[in-house]
């Protein structure tokens, strides 16, 4: 039977400036759950850029060095955006919701774009 420790739950703010202290903060969390699946909850993020996937690519590498299974819980959507563009939202499990465009889409057209005359 596999126990889960307690929820690890991220920053509002995952960018470059904030990844080394998240991680940090974060292989502190991972050395006192004693748990087989590390909980980490992303609801909270309301900023982020790929920083974010390499700091969660590291502990999905903590994970697997420590013999436990990552569980990324509630990830916004822009989170599993990134992860679907760039490859690894298999290798963090998060999932992805169907692509929506705006609802203007294809409804606007591009203003006049005004003849510059070229000088010689």
């Known amino acids: 039977m596999s126990s889960t420790g307690t929820m690890t739950a991220l920053p509002p703010s995952l960018t470059l400036k904030d990844a080394q202290a998240v991680l940090e903060s974060l292989r502190q969390s991972f050395a006192a759950d004693s748990g087989d699946v590390w909980r980490i909850d992303a609801a909270p993020v309301t900023q982020l850029d790929t920083s974010a996937l390499a700091v ?17 819980v509630n990830p916004p959507a822009r989170m599993s955006d990134l992860a679907h563009l760039y490859g690894v939202d298999g290798l963090l499990g998060v999932e992805t919701a169907e692509f929506q465009p705006a609802a203007n889409v294809g409804e ?13």
Do not use: D, H, Q, T
């Open 56 to 72: 969660l690519l590291e502990c999905s590498r903590m994970a697997v060095a420590g013999k436990r299974k990552l569980e990324i």
């Open 108 to 120: 606007s057209k591009p203003a006049e774009i005004p003849v510059v005359p070229i000088l010689r």
